[in-house]
T-cell receptor
Framework: DAKTTQPTSMDCAEGRAANLPCNHSTISGNEYVYWYRQIHSQGPQYIIHGLKNNETNEMASLIITEDRKSSTLILPHATLRDTAVYYCIVRPSYLNTGFQKLVFGTGTRLLVSP | EPEVTQTPSHQVTQMGQEVILRCVPISNHLYFYWYRQILGQKVEFLVSFYNNEISEKSEIFDDQFSVERPDGSNFTLKIRSTKLEDSAMYFC??????????????FGPGTRLTVT
């Protein structure tokens, strides 16, 4: 599985956009980028995923560079409840064996302050 | 919104004892998983389960561990003889069948296992 690199921590003011970067320079053509978050030792929570196009849902937007070597998760209006560890995970498509598991790194600890 | 539930929320056991951690996945899900997180460390994959058999397991999932789906709703993780290093938060997860799925996994709130 491709390795991901994320900053250890980031700060964001409440109401502002939080932009969380992720580098995945060894990603291969059939690997997706997934984002999960973990709020204070709760179970991880799925946020969004993408292959090569930008994606948006009710929680966030995902911007993937054209060469797919990096991506950015955007929380458009961060709230205090968005304080969490955010994980960028690259995983193979369902057509590949080993796609079942999620391999978590250390993630980015986002602190949203008033 | 349907959710994965886990019981108990906290289990304290003595070294060498057997423990069973219980999970109720979301009702129409067919793929089930266990992960664990030692305090301050990463979330680690243990095992995936589909069609009543293990589809993948990690090196952590040795002979001391087993999983079972004893009925149509529960999914259990058994540790036969607990060690101090088994102390961790254990998360159960499930996902939808292929064809319906974005392959996202839904996690439960976890069981904190403390081995003394």
């Amino acid at each position: 599985d491709a390795k991901t690199t994320q900053p250890t921590s980031m700060d964001c003011a409440e109401g502002r956009a939080a932009n969380l970067p992720c580098n995945h320079s060894t990603i291969s053509g059939n690997e997706y980028v997934y984002w999960y978050r973990q709020i204070h030792s709760q179970g991880p929570q799925y946020i969004i995923h993408g292959l090569k196009n930008n994606e948006t849902n009710e929680m966030a937007s995902l911007i993937i560079t054209e060469d797919r070597k990096s991506s950015t998760l955007i929380l458009p209006h961060a709230t205090l409840r968005d304080t969490a560890v955010y994980y960028c995970i690259v995983r193979p498509s369902y057509l590949n064996t080993g796609f079942q598991k999620l391999v978590f790194g250390t993630g980015t600890r986002l602190l949203v302050s008033p | 919104e349907p959710e994965v539930t886990q019981t108990p929320s906290h289990q304290v056991t003595q070294m060498g004892q057997e423990v069973i951690l219980r999970c109720v996945p979301i009702s129409n899900h067919l793929y089930f998983y266990w992960y664990r997180q030692i305090l301050g460390q990463k979330v680690e994959f243990l095992v995936s389960f589909y069609n009543n058999e293990i589809s993948e397991k990690s090196e952590i999932f040795d002979d001391q561990f087993s999983v079972e789906r004893p009925d149509g709703s529960n999914f259990t993780l058994k540790i036969r003889s607990t060690k101090l290093e088994d102390s961790a938060m254990y998360f159960c997860a499930s996902r939808e069948p292929d064809g319906l799925s974005t392959y996202e996994q839904y996690f439960g709130p976890g069981t904190r296992l403390t081995v003394t």
